[in-house]
């Protein structure tokens, strides 16, 4: 107890001596609580950023291996190709196996179609126009009725023939269509996409897309639909209305309702075309193509996986696992891990300085509390030997001294800690303000570019 | 029989040549009640020689026998906080105390059961002359005289057999110096105290029973 009592008399009345040590400890206490409130909130970030930013791997098709097993001449254009086509497409079927993984915290897909429709006109830059001939000839009493074959009235050069008699004249009208379209054609019917989850629907979490009008369809299995702002000024379409779209093959109909109209914030795209890429491709939901699949297997379809793989080190594990369901060669498995890493980049630069600044203020302060402490043990030589004559035993002396500088130690460590705290925020803010900004922009985007639609959960 | 003694004690230090002794043979025995002084001239050893009694240092030959126990099976910290009190010739008192916390100090480390420590410390301080208004002042407020009080006062407060004191009136006039003679003349003849003082101050070999004489070795 005396040892305690004899500590803190010590302290008061050698003010100046722990006063230096104090200042010294203070200042190590508040770095350090700011330097790990920094660490702190660079390893949140980067915690947060990872867990809202899963790795998601993407199955492509390796053209690399496949050139390299092309062969020459003018014989092997066709065993090249025929090689192409033997390549199995991946299906729904294979998607949802490979998505049956330990190494997986999930899947989702775009599942893509094309239809056609009598209903409402496609973005595109080809202008078809009836045009009709007169022919007159005297003397004719009759003539024949009928087109030319299939082409009836649809295609170039193709159209009806009527016969008009007149007692004197003939008139002979033929009507054509006539096709007005710029040199770069676009090709194909509505594209319809169908998400099997709002995370699959990339372009609108990367603001490429951007409900905005209406919202994002509230379920994948109803015909709902998102058409594009040049498809829907194009055919007048309004959220709300329905649109009819055709099975190009059994001519089955189809009735989708709009919820929502979407523009394309891609500045430009590598096509020459009027309008944008996407503006004859419809949103809806990965069921209804399954659907239409289940009607109609024949119908052309394209999948596009991506999986939500654990974590780092379960990349490779996976993509062995996928060799081994049986994906074929010509496919390799690629993650957007760089891409991850690089957008935290930044903020691990500064958790790195803030953790070497620690280590380098911890090293500098521990070295000059212990050039103190000597010097003060040196300057204490005549005290210690006061008390080593009065009988104090050498443990005793080493406690009393240890004391001294825990409690000083004890008492400037909590002011530190609490002036570091109030420091801590705004210095942290400074350095990570934009990380912090972009984060929570990032958020309100994604949010915004969905429309109202988007539920916080995946699916609807 | 004496309730000290040296037996063949010899010191020499440690980074000296094996032949080279600060002083070799020494044998001498102290008693209960009586007033010893060791006199001899400057580099004889005296200072050393209290060092070996009080086991500060510990003898390269010979035995420092206390109470007929060999001090180097003692426990030295225990010998000196409890059995032996030291008075300096600097005082060794600790100047950021005051005079009564420096005795009291003292009677902690030696675990002395005393139920006011406070009083007790007052009833020593007022054994050496020293009153009531002397205890509150630091150390370095206090005269020469005054502090040597309370550096016996403090060797006393756990009531010690033996008190070695270190040339005590080395720094103090002739006045004081005879009124701390006089007050170790009391603790000897009234408290069957063993005083040991280092000196080579006449008055002071004047005043004490048996003197030992500590030549310098050739």
């Not at chain 1, 040892?3 to 770095?31: D, E, H, P, Q, T």
């Not at chain 1, 006109?121 to 003539?143: F, I, L, W």
């Not at chain 1, 109209?261 to 809806?284: G, H, L, P, R, V």
């Not at chain 1, 922009?441 to 539920?455: A, C, H, L, P, V």
Request: net charge negative; glycine share 6%.
């Amino acid at each position: 107890m005396y040892i305690l009592k004899n500590s803190l008399v010590s302290i008061i009345r050698n003010k100046g001596r722990n006063i230096l040590i104090g200042i010294i400890i203070l200042v190590i206490a508040c770095a350090s609580t700011v330097t790990l409130a920094i660490r702190n909130t660079a390893s949140t970030l980067v915690k947060n950023y990872e867990e809202a930013h899963d790795i998601i791997a993407t199955i492509s098709f390796n053209r690399k291996e496949l050139a390299s097993n092309f062969k020459g001449g003018e014989d092997a254009k066709k065993e090249n190709i025929e090689t192409f086509n033997n390549i199995e497409s991946i299906t729904l079927e294979n998607v949802k196996n490979y998505g049956q993984s330990e190494y997986l915290k999930g899947y989702y897909y775009t599942y893509s179609t094309s239809l056609n429709s009598d209903t409402i006109t496609k973005a595109t830059d080809t202008y078809e126009y009836e045009v009709e001939d007169r022919q007159t000839t005297t003397n004719s009493t009759t003539t024949t009725t009928g087109g030319n074959g299939g082409n009836q009235g649809r295609g170039p050069g193709g159209g009806e023939r009527h016969t008009v008699t007149n007692n004197e004249t003939t008139t002979v009208i033929t009507k054509s269509k006539e096709k007005f379209e710029s040199s770069k054609n676009l090709t194909g019917d509505f594209q319809l996409d169908g998400y099997s989850s709002y995370d699959a629907m990339t372009d609108f979490v990367q603001g490429n897309y951007k409900v905005t009008d209406g919202e994002m369809i509230s379920n994948f299995d109803t015909f709902e639909c998102v058409v594009s702002s040049e498809l829907a000024t194009l055919n007048e379409i309004t959220v709300g209305s329905t649109i009819t779209l055709k099975n190009p093959n059994t001519e089955t109909t189809y009735d989708f309702t709009v919820t929502g109209i979407y523009t394309d914030n891609q500045e430009s795209d590598d096509s020459n075309s009027m309008f944008s890429k996407s503006a004859n491709t419809i949103i809806t939901g990965s069921g209804i193509i399954e659907k239409l699949v289940q009607e109609d297997s024949t119908l052309v379809t394209n999948i596009t996986p991506s999986f939500i793989v654990n974590d780092e080190n379960a990349i490779e594990d996976f993509s062995n696992q996928l060799k081994e369901k049986g994906l074929n060669e010509y496919y390799t498995i690629n993650t957007n891990l760089d891409e991850l890493k690089n957008a935290t980049k930044s903020i691990e630069n500064v958790k790195t300085f803030a953790t070497t600044f620690l280590i380098i203020t911890l090293i500098i302060s521990a070295i000059v509390l212990l050039v103190i402490n000597m010097i003060n043990i040196r300057e204490r030589k005549y005290e210690i030997g006061v008390f080593r004559t009065i009988g104090m035993s050498k443990l005793k002396l080493a406690i009393q001294f240890i004391l001294e500088l825990l409690i000083v130690s004890a008492v400037m460590l909590c002011i530190g800690a609490i002036l570091g705290s109030y420091l801590s925020k705004p210095i942290g803010n400074m350095l990570l303000q934009n990380e912090i900004d972009s984060s929570q922009m990032q958020e309100e985007e994604i949010s915004d570019n969905f429309g109202k639609g988007r539920t916080n959960g995946n699916e609807p | 029989m004496g309730i000290l003694k040296l037996e063949n004690v010899g010191y020499r230090y440690k980074d000296a040549p094996k032949d080279k002794y600060v002083f070799q043979n020494i044998n001498y025995e102290f008693e209960q009640g009586k007033m010893y002084a060791i006199k001899g001239k400057s580099g004889s050893g005296k200072t050393t020689l209290l060092s070996l009694i009080t086991g500060l240092e510990r003898c390269t030959e010979g035995n420092v026998i206390y109470n007929g126990k060999d001090l180097k099976k003692m426990n030295l910290d225990k010998y000196r906080n409890t059995d032996i009190g030291v008075v300096f010739q600097s005082y060794n008192l600790l100047p950021r105390l005051t005079a009564i916390e420096n005795i009291i100090l003292s009677m902690d480390i030696s675990k002395v059961k005393v139920k006011n420590k406070k009083q007790k410390a007052l009833e020593l301080m007022k054994n050496v002359g020293l009153s009531e208004e002397h205890a509150k002042r630091k150390i370095l407020k206090l005269s020469g005289g005054e502090q040597q009080r309370i550096a016996i006062a403090r060797s006393l407060s756990y009531n010690p057999n033996i008190i070695i004191a270190d040339e005590p009136t080395g720094n103090l006039d002739k006045d004081t110096e005879n009124e701390i003679l006089k007050i170790f003349a009391h603790l000897a003849k009234d408290e069957n105290k063993c005083i040991v003082i280092v000196t080579h101050s006449q008055n002071v070999c004047d005043n004490v029973d048996i003197i030992y004489e500590l030549n310098k070795t050739e």
